[in-house]
Nanobody, 121 residues
């Protein structure tokens, strides 16, 4: 089994910064893609940033130049550095991680529990 624990959410003023973390633990052989999603009030969940196993990244147009995704393979952790936040960035942020299970060799994706980010104007 694999568990994801997210942290870093909270209340921040517009223009401020926040860093989210998502730590994976359990029967992990390797981690492939690591992705951050968010769901704003009354909105559908959307992809915010993705980093694939080779290190390539992609971002939603709305966060390009402001958000940066990174990973620490030694800690099985993915980060989302968010700068120049605005109220439209408010929402619950979820990490999604594709894991090769060391016990079953199965490839599965897991979701974090979500962390609330609220940006005040």
């Amino acid at each position: 089994q694999v568990q994801l624990v997210e942290s870093g959410g909270g209340l921040v003023q517009a223009g401020g910064s926040r860093r989210l973390s998502c730590a994976a633990s359990g029967t992990i052989f390797s981690i492939n893609d690591m992705t951050w999603y968010r769901q704003g009030p009354g909105k559908q969940r959307e992809l915010v940033a993705r980093m694939i196993d080779g290190g390539s990244t992609s971002y939603a147009d709305s966060v390009k130049g402001r958000f940066t995704i990174s990973r620490d393979n030694a800690k099985n952790t993915v980060y989302l550095q968010m700068n120049s936040l605005n109220p439209e960035d408010t929402g619950v942020y979820y990490c999604n991680v594709e894991v090769r299970d060391s016990r079953t060799w199965a490839l599965r994706t897991y979701w974090g529990q979500g962390t609330q980010v609220t940006v005040s104007s």
